[in-house]
């Protein structure tokens, strides 16, 4: 045997898997993606299976783009992708910075801080919607009725009360509905991944030439300018890999969209999908193809950006 | 001089306190939901009882009666060991051939399998779904779970894999190879016992990631596969009705994780960064 086929004899499980996982199923919804396909028909019984006679070209990417929902979709999954990685990310390093220094009890401050990233999905919606943000019998409720309470409370002082009882009531926030729903989802996955911004960029931090940044103390640098100019690019690499982490593991974001948002109109593309495939299976093969091109962009940008960084 | 003291004295207790601060406002939601789990669900929902009442374990005995407890997390048990012990065996040979015999195309490989991660999983769902149910008859079964959470799981296990791999010195390995072991020796006798450390890092990244998968585990299985996830997703939303019992569920279901999380989130940075950050 030669050097060059050991080797390969070992990879050939691990890429051949992967391989028949990427293209077996994606191949098939490529096929339906062209039909039509809907699981039930009583009108056109024909199309409940699938088969080349129900050949319907570009239609059903057609009707997808042309579904209100659509775009919907899209922009949401944008919006909340975005949205995640901007919070993570920022306060991540502010949260870093914070705690990159000695003090008592840190260690127990990293643990505390670390769990949020080990709550399975299901639990973080179902905790977050109803024992927290639920607008009446949340920790939201309660907190903003005991606000009204206080307003109220400072309404009979003599002087100050005429001011008080200018105050409106203050009115707890659904979120639920179909505008706030993809606040809630941000929330709760902001909560869940900061926590691991926070870890890499506290490693990344500790390898940190201080020597560099004596001498600027020394030039006269400001602290802030100092974290401008030395920190932030040191922590280039690290913010690269959190972004890519994150983006493989939002844009396909799901469990908390149906928890939050099941029926009120919110939605991203994996949602969508799931809505179409209850019947129009035609329909949710040719989302399912928008989304694997959406993806592939990012993944493309990603990929080059930070691949060269790992291979390092 | 004196202002720089000061300052410095300032800092000394206010950065700390702050830190901790935050920690706390980030364990809170945690903490929330195992304190309103040892509460009756009437006592949740009432804010007279909002922090003082009296403590019950009622929550957690009567979850077997509830919401069948046992029967779902044995299936999570069973396959996530199994998903993570199948990344293993499939993973280590490919990584050990990558790390020590790297040819041209190493690198676009390795590229090629993270970009698999990508792959929306919606858009392959009716086609899963089809292909388990109609053609393969393997819909919610254990089988089924577990070659899934494998299967997602394995780009992320090759990498860190890889990446530990890459640190043991070349020579011990061609030292081993001098001495005419076999490839299978060399794995067993020399990169086994090398790499430990990480082989079990990887390993526990890859149950905690089996263990909280909820999209797969969700729509492939009904009944006899279903995992933790399944069970808390299907009783998302009582309206506040079973408050007490419902965290204490949840909280059941990811209390063996989050310990076991706090016990390897050291290896968690440089497995999830690829060794990138050190």
Redesign the interface.
């Known amino acids: 045997m030669s ?2 086929t ?3 004899i ?2 050939t ?3 051949l ?2 391989l028949v ?2 293209l ?3 191949s ?2 490529l096929y ?1 993606s062209f039909i039509r396909y809907v699981l039930n028909s009583t009108i056109r019984p024909e199309w409940t299976t699938p088969s080349l006679s129900n050949w319907r070209g570009l239609g059903n990417y057609k009707y997808v783009l042309e579904a209100k929902d659509f775009w919907l979709a899209v922009s949401n999954s944008v919006f909340i992708v975005t949205s995640i990685l901007l919070i993570t990310v920022i306060l991540g390093l502010c ?1 870093a910075v ?2 990159n ?1 000695s ?4 260690g ?16 973080n ?8 943000l ?1 607008p ?2 949340g ?1 939201q409720g ?1 907190a903003v ?1 005991g606000i009204n309470d206080l307003i109220d409370g400072m309404r009979d002082f003599p002087v100050l009360g005429h001011f008080f009882s200018m105050w409106p009531q203050v009115q707890p926030i659904s979120f639920r509905g179909t505008n706030t729903s993809s606040i809630a989802v941000i929330m709760m996955v902001a ?1 869940q991944w ?3 911004a926070v ?2 960029f506290m ?2 931090l500790q ?1 940190e030439d201080e020597s560099q940044k004596e001498a600027a103390t020394l030039d006269g640098a400001s602290a802030w300018s100092q974290f401008i100019n030395l920190t932030v690019p040191h922590l280039g ?2 913010i690269a ?1 959190v972004v890519m ?1 994150q ?2 593991f939002h ?2 974001l ?2 908390e969209i ?2 939050v948002s ?1 029926g009120n109109g919110n939605k991203n ?3 969508l ?2 809505e179409f ?1 209850n019947n129009n ?1 035609g329909a ?2 040719a ?3 928008f ?2 091109i ?3 962009i ?2 493309i940008f990603l ?1 080059r950006m930070v ?1 060269k ?4 | 001089m004196a202002t720089v003291t000061q300052t410095s004295k300032f800092s000394k207790i206010a950065w700390p306190t702050l830190a901790w601060i935050v920690a706390l406002i980030f364990f809170f939601p945690i903490f929330w939901l195992v304190f309103t789990s040892f509460k009756t669900d009437a006592d949740a929902v009432n804010p007279e009882f909002l922090w003082r009442f009296t403590p019950t374990l009622e929550n957690y005995t009567s979850m077997t009666d509830n919401y069948d407890y046992w029967r779902f997390a044995t299936n999570s048990v069973i396959t996530s060991f199994f998903a993570t012990l199948f990344a293993l065996v499939v993973g280590v040979p490919a990584a050990y051939a990558m790390a020590f015999n790297p040819s041209r195309h190493t690198k676009d490989i390795l590229m090629w399998m993270l970009s698999t991660k990508m792959l929306p999983a919606a858009a392959v769902l009716y086609p899963m779904t089809f292909l388990t149910k109609n053609i393969l008859g393997i819909y919610d079964t254990h089988f089924l779970v577990i070659v899934v959470l494998c299967l997602i799981n394995l780009p992320i296990a090759v990498w860190m894999l890889f990446t530990y791999f890459k640190e043991i010195p070349k020579e011990i390995i061609e030292a081993g190879k001098m001495d005419g072991v076999s490839t299978w020796g060399e794995i067993k006798d020399i990169l086994i016992p090398l790499a430990w450390g990480g082989i079990a890092s990887t390993a526990l990244l890859t149950f905690i990631f089996c263990w909280n998968e909820a999209y797969w585990t969700v729509r492939l299985t009904t009944i006899d596969a279903a995992t933790l996830s399944t069970l808390i997703e299907g009783n998302r939303a009582p309206e506040g009705l079973f408050f007490g019992r419902l965290s204490a569920v949840s909280t059941a279901a990811i209390a063996p994780i989050v310990v076991l999380g706090w016990f390897c989130q050291k290896q968690l940075v440089a497995g999830l960064t690829f060794g990138a950050v050190k």
């Open positions: 050097n060059r050991l080797p390969r070992l990879q499980p691990a890429v898997l992967l996982w990427m077996v199923p994606l098939m919804t339906f949260i914070l705690i220094r003090f008592p009890g840190r127990i401050v990293r643990v505390l801080l670390i769990s949020p990233f080990f709550v399975m999905p299901a639990v919606g179902v905790l977050w919607i109803n024992m927290i639920d009446v019998l920790l309660l009725g909560w900061t926590p691991f870890l890499i490693t990344s390898s690499r690290s890999i982490i983006s493989i844009l396909s799901y469990a149906e928890i099941r593309l994996p949602y999908i799931g495939a299976i949710a093969s989302t399912g193809i989304a694997v959406l993806a592939n990012i993944a990929l691949g960084t790992l291979m390092d």
